[in-house]
Structure formats: C-alpha cells, structure tokens
C-alpha cells in the first residue's frame, strides 16, 4: 500500500556531506510523519530525525546542527530528505526511511552510507 524508496547514499569522506533522499508512494494520507532512522553493523535501529507532516521536526543529540531533515509535499510528490554534513566514522550506518500514518509503520529498504577516508 505504501512504498518508499531511498537514494543518495554512498561513501564520503570524514568532514564531507550527503543528501538523501526518499519517495514515497502508494496510500499516502495527509496527516503522517516521516523520518530516518539508522543501524550500524552490531547495533540497533536509532532514530535519526523526524518530521511531522506540519513540518515540526526533531532530532538525535548526536545529529543535532550537523544533519537537515526536509519534506516535500506538493504536486502528488511525497519526498523527505536527509542533508548530512560534517560526517564522521561514526554516521557510517544504512539509513532507512519510514513514514508512520494511522500508527501503522512502512520502511524503505536502506541506503547504505560509509564515512571513510
């Protein structure tokens, strides 16, 4: 019912940036919430940020005044991006996008980022 699908992941180097991004299709309603999360080989799934669909946004400590959650949703598009800046070792992780709506999740299937030199 819902899809979405990531890009723009890839590898980087320490300092540098990424931007990605997320479409998403299929049953979309309006009110719902849309964010990115990441998992690290050996650790869990964390929130990364989020935003709603009034474009309230919120964010990881560990991201904060490095990483830009936005959304777009106008002309039957539904997309959210991650600009990422200031990558370190530590954000190398595949980011995965969500969007909940009616309590229900739908994920993407991941993009990997590595931040290596």
């Known amino acids: 019912q819902v899809q979405l699908v990531e890009s723009g992941g890839g590898l980087v180097q320490p300092g540098g940036s990424l931007r990605l991004s997320c479409a998403a299709s299929?049953?979309?309603?309006?009110?719902?919430?849309m964010g990115w999360l990441r998992q690290a080989p050996g650790k869990q799934r964390e929130l990364v940020a989020t935003?709603?669909?009034?474009?309230?946004?919120?964010?990881a400590d560990s991201v904060k005044g490095r990483f830009a959650i936005s959304r777009e949703n106008e002309n039957a598009k539904n997309m959210v991006y991650l600009q990422m800046n200031s990558l370190n070792a530590e954000d190398s992780a595949v980011y995965y996008c969500?969007?909940?709506?009616?309590?229900?999740?739908?994920w993407g299937q991941g993009t990997q980022v590595t931040v290596s030199s």
């Open positions: 969500k969007l909940n709506q009616f309590g229900v999740d739908y």
């Open positions: 935003i709603t669909n009034d474009g309230s946004t919120n964010y």
């Open positions: 299929g049953s979309i309603f309006r009110i719902n919430t």
